[in-house]
């Protein structure tokens, strides 16, 4: 598209918030450029519930259709003990509204698919200076190595958690990043866990410490650990499958925990993070802006 630097805006990120900002810009006459971090699209992602506004969200950014509903309309919900006792307990199906289920990658796609195309998008890119006057920013850009500065009248950080437009901005993260003293494991199982319904959900609650299964009507569960822990830099420190199997001991796991620790072990691709809760004054100054993250998804 032709440059146009007084419409021209700059997006940081990909992902659901960074597609959503850019749909909703364009569509506003604004000329969009998103850039990305990795060297391409990420199809991961563990599980979101949609509902209520993130439903009506999805439908003015005209890709509600899109999103495949992966819920399970039979299934049932179980609270269990290591030992394997179970209860009849409460799943996303059991509450008010229309709930669905499903992927990361699932909105993404359909966010994706929704952009005009004549948005452009740069990966292997990432921000390293910005500064701005009264008119405009200034940009440098890193594309692999290659760097160059650019003008826009708008910059839109959607990168996420540990967003570099936020640190570039508004200072190191530590001034707007507070740790809630938990960390979680999440990931996607590639086969059923013996004993376990494959549309039936599972929780097992413990002080300090939780594991859920959710069902999909088309695929194995996705699993969600979390434990809570005053070391969290700690927890970086060896394997996170270690990590996760210390603070889930030291009794014995059951017949159900121990398969769901066996499964982490054994998986090459999942989530290994600590929960953090982002406290800014505001979310934008002049030219700048902060995206929230779209949906309760985890990559």
Not at 59 to 87: E, Q, Y
Not at 184 to 190: M, P, Q, V
Request: proline share 6%; charged share 25%; glycine share 12%.
């Amino acid at each position: 598209m032709p440059a146009n630097s007084q419409k021209r805006c700059l997006v940081v990120g990909l992902g659901i918030s960074g597609l959503a900002t850019a749909i909703r810009l364009r569509r506003i006459g604004w000329e969009p450029v998103i850039v990305e971090r990795a060297p391409g699209r990420r199809s991961d992602g563990y599980f979101v519930a949609l509902s209520g506004a993130g439903r009506a969200a999805a439908r003015r950014l005209g890709f509600d259709h899109a999103i495949p509903d992966r819920s399970v309309r039979d299934g049932r919900t179980f609270v269990v003990n290591r030992v394997g006792d179970r209860k009849p307990g409460l799943g996303f199906g059991d509450l008010p509204g229309d709930w669905r289920m499903m992927l990361r990658g699932d909105v993404e796609a359909a966010a994706f698919d929704a952009l005009p195309g004549d948005v452009e998008i740069r990966f292997t890119t990432r921000p390293t200076r910005i500064e701005q006057d009264e008119s405009g920013v200034d940009v440098t850009l890193d594309h692999d190595g290659a760097v160059t500065t650019e003008r826009f009248a708008l910059v839109v950080g959607a990168d996420g958690l540990r967003s570099t437009v936020r640190q570039l901005v508004f200072g190191p993260h530590g001034h707007h990043l507070h740790r809630l003293g938990h960390m979680i494991a999440a990931f996607a199982l590639s086969d059923p866990l013996d004993g376990v319904s494959a549309h039936d959900g599972v929780s097992l609650f413990e002080p300090g410490r939780a594991m859920w299964l959710f069902p999909f009507a088309d695929r194995p569960h996705s699993l969600l650990l979390s434990y809570r822990t005053d070391d969290i830099d700690g927890q970086f420190t060896g394997r996170p499958a270690d990590r996760v199997r210390a603070a889930f001991g030291p009794a014995p796991a059951g017949p159900l925990l121990g398969p769901a620790l066996d499964a982490l072990d054994n998986t090459g691709d999942f989530l290994f993070d600590t929960v953090e809760q982002t406290r800014m004054d505001t979310w934008s100054r002049s030219h700048f802006g902060r995206s929230s993250r779209a949906a309760p998804g985890f990559r």
